[in-house]
C-alpha cells in the first residue's frame, strides 16, 4: 500500500513537473531581463515537496475531472506559494538567508530581484489560471477558481497570516492566535488546492465546502507539525489543554472524518494525510 501510495504521489509531481517547465517557457522569450528570468527559476524550479498540487490533482481524480483542466491552476498555486516564501525571507519579513538547503533568493540576486520575482510570480500565476481555454462546461468553475485562488492567497487569506505573523505579539500569544495565523498563512492555500482540484471536476456545493474543510484542517495540521520539527516554542508553547501532538492527532482525525463524507475512492487522500503528518521534515 506504501509503495503503491509513493508511486502515485511521485507520478503526480512527476507530471506536474512537466506542464511547470513549460509554463516558464514563454517567460524565455518575451523579453524578459535574464535575471529576473534566473531569480524566478532559480526558485521555482528548486525541488520542494510539491504538496499543493498533489492535493489539488489529487482531489480532480477523486471526482473523475481531466487532470489538463487544473495543470494551469496546479502551475499557479505553487508560483504563488514561490512567490510567498521568497518574501516571507527578505530581511524586511523573517530574514532568512538558507531556503531548501541553498541560500534564499534575495542572498543570491540581491532584495531587489528578489522582490521583483515574487512580484512576477504572483502575476504569472493569474495570467496563467485566466489565459488557458477551459471547456465550454467549465467556463464558469474555471472563474470560480480564479476566484477562489485569489482569496486564498490575498488579504482575506494568506497575506493577513502573514500580517499576522508580522505584528501579532509573541510574548502574549493565545493558542486561537496561533491557530489563526496557521488558518491563513499556510492552511489557505491548501483549502484553494483542494477547492480548485474539486471546482474544476464538477464537483457540487456541498462537496466543495467538505473538501475546504479538509483543506483547512490539513493545511493547520501542516504547519503545526512543521513548527514541531523546527521546536518553534513560541508557537508550541500556548498549548496548555492539550499538547500540539494531541491537538495534532485531533485535527488528523477530524480531516480524516470529512473525507469519509466526501465518499468515493479516498484511499490516497487518506494516505496522504497521514503521511504528511507523520513526516520528519
Do not use: W
Not at 155 to 178: A, R, Y
Not at 270 to 279: E, F, N, P, V
Request: proline share 3%; charged share 25%; with cysteine.
Amino acid at each position: 500500500m506504501i509503495l503503491d501510495f509513493k508511486t502515485k504521489f511521485d507520478e503526480y509531481v512527476i507530471d506536474f513537473e512537466k506542464h511547470l517547465k513549460d509554463y516558464t517557457k514563454p517567460i524565455n522569450i518575451n523579453n524578459v531581463h535574464p535575471t529576473l528570468h534566473e531569480a524566478i527559476n532559480y526558485s521555482l524550479l528548486s525541488g520542494g515537496k510539491r504538496i499543493r498540487p498533489v492535493l489539488m490533482l489529487a482531489f480532480c481524480d477523486l471526482f473523475g475531472g481531466d487532470k489538463n483542466n487544473v495543470y494551469p491552476f496546479a502551475c499557479a498555486l505553487e508560483m504563488i506559494h514561490t512567490y510567498s516564501l521568497i518574501h516571507d525571507d527578505l530581511p524586511c519579513m523573517d530574514n532568512d538567508t538558507m531556503r531548501r538547503g541553498e541560500p534564499c533568493n534575495h542572498v543570491v540576486f540581491g532584495e531587489g530581484m528578489a522582490l521583483l520575482a515574487g512580484d512576477a510570480l504572483l502575476t504569472q500565476a493569474f495570467e496563467i489560471a485566466s489565459s488557458f481555454e477551459a471547456p465550454e462546461n467549465l467556463t464558469e468553475n474555471q472563474i470560480k477558481s480564479i476566484n477562489i485562488l485569489a482569496k486564498c492567497a490575498g488579504s482575506v487569506g494568506m497575506i493577513s497570516g502573514q500580517c499576522f505573523d508580522l505584528h501579532t505579539d509573541k510574548k502574549n500569544f493565545s493558542m486561537d492566535d496561533v491557530i489563526n495565523i496557521y488558518r491563513l498563512k499556510t492552511a489557505k492555500l491548501f483549502c484553494a488546492a483542494a477547492s480548485i482540484g474539486a471546482v474544476m471536476s464538477g464537483a457540487d456545493k456541498n462537496q466543495v465546502d467538505l473538501v475546504e474543510q479538509f483543506g483547512e484542517k490539513l493545511g493547520i495540521s501542516f504547519q503545526l507539525i512543521d513548527d514541531i520539527l523546527d521546536n518553534e516554542t513560541e508557537f508550541l508553547s500556548v498549548f496548555k489543554d492539550e499538547t500540539p501532538n494531541e491537538f495534532l492527532s485531533k485535527l488528523t482525525f477530524e480531516a480524516k472524518e470529512i473525507l469519509i463524507k466526501i465518499g468515493g475512492n479516498i484511499e490516497f487522500l487518506t494516505i496522504l494525510t497521514d503521511y504528511l503528518i507523520k513526516r520528519t521534515h
